[in-house]
């Protein structure tokens, strides 16, 4: 067992999940790394001060640069905004140290290209802070589908719905202004994320992208607010996938549902301890979805509570994505998803982003 000098970059929402990760999954998951949480970084010596004595790190600094060069400083997670990554990024691969980028990896999908020649040439473990995915539940998705329990997949549909911008008077914020900050940039790349992840490589879109609320109190907005997407996999299955910053009523609504041959699945976030499995067996009369509730038999739910049904949360995803990245520097092998998967889920956007602009289907290739 040994410390793992441990440095984050940006305190605010994602910062603070990601120290309290690194200062349980130790703990929790009998990691043989042990982060230590070493230096936190934020815009002013004020607030990273701030985020210093509230989360625990040992120093702080307002320059990143202080940050990356720190010899205690032994791997590094990035936590500001997605303009800032690729130079981070770059410097920290330049000292040989790993890096976890929060998601989307960059603002361009070219920015994005060079983060990943950047990790990959310099041989260095990086990952990209998708947590959704990493749920105990979709874990075992991932299984039922591999194991073909339902069957041969004939169609995929994701979302990732909220409404904390549903309301027209909400006034205007960072959020509304830039491609990057938009729907398009925050919330679906994590339903395209699970796509990939469940299914496999997007061969090409068809999509179509809308700002419902163009005006705000202080503000003209130039980013979307929802977003349709048709897909169609390099599998062959054909797909949709939906995401909204203003769809009234949902809170946290990373969802999606699967059809196969021989049977179907359901899951839902705003649930995220349980999936639905249909199977085609049996008598017709005695037919129906289960209700499957995560217990110990799931993939990283033991270490966390020994009770089936007793659940896991938000910050335990963020936690077990802190047990990957450690175990990707402790055995020097890559661990899903890397920047390249990160890369993946950009190209997606990208596709859609020129997709909507002509109306026409647009090969994922093609960008």
């Known amino acids: 067992m040994s410390t793992l000098g441990i440095g984050i970059i940006g305190g605010g929402y994602m910062g603070k999940a990601h120290a309290v990760a690194m200062s349980s999954v130790g703990a929790i998951f009998n990691t043989k790394l042990r982060p230590s949480l070493e230096m936190v970084c934020a815009t002013n010596p004020e607030s990273a001060e701030r985020y210093r004595k509230a989360y625990g790190f040992a120093r702080s600094t307002d320059d990143w640069r ?9 791997a590094i997670v990035i936590a500001s905004p997605q303009s800032t990554h690729r130079a981070i990024a770059e410097a920290a691969f330049a000292l040989g140290k790993p890096v976890l980028c929060e998601k989307p990896l960059a603002d361009t999908v070219d920015e994005s290209r060079a983060m990943v020649e950047a990790a990959e040439a310099s ?9 959704y995915i ?7 998705v991932r299984k039922l ?4 329990v339902i069957g041969r997949v004939t169609w995929f549909r994701g979302e990732h719905t909220e409404d904390f911008l549903a309301n027209p008077e909400e006034p205007f914020s960072w959020r509304c202004d830039n491609v990057a900050n938009g729907n398009m940039g925050d919330l679906a790349p994590h339903p395209i994320n699970a796509a990939l992840a469940l299914l496999g490589p997007i061969e090409k879109v068809c999509a179509e992208i809308e700002t419902v609320h163009s005006e705000r109190p202080g503000g003209k907005v130039t980013n979307d607010d929802h977003a349709q997407i048709m897909c169609r996999f390099a599998s062959g299955v054909m797909g949709h996938i939906y995401s909204s910053r203003v769809a009234t009523g949902r809170k946290m609504g990373y969802a999606y549902e699967i059809h196969g041959t021989k049977g179907s699945i359901r899951f839902d976030q705003e649930d995220q301890n349980a999936i639905w499995l249909y199977q085609a067996e049996g008598p017709e009369a005695s037919r129906g979805f289960r209700k499957i509730l995560t217990g110990p038999y799931h993939p990283d739910y033991e270490p966390f509570c020994q009770g089936p049904g007793h659940g896991t949360g938000y910050q335990d995803t963020i936690i077990i994505e802190a047990k990957d990245f450690l175990t990707a520097i402790e055995t020097g092998e890559p661990v ?5 998967d990160g890369l993946a889920v950009a190209e997606v956007v990208d596709a859609v982003l020129t997709s909507s602009q002509s109306g026409n ?7």
């Open 66 to 74: 202080v940050l990356v060069n720190d010899p205690k400083i032994e």
């Open 123 to 131: 041989g260095v473990v990086n990952m990209i802070g998708f947590n």
């Open 134 to 140: 990493r749920t105990p539940a979709s874990q075992f």
């Open 145 to 148: 589908l591999s194991d073909g």
């Open 336 to 340: 899903w998803p890397t920047f390249r």
């Open 361 to 367: 289907w647009t090969p994922v290739a093609q960008v």
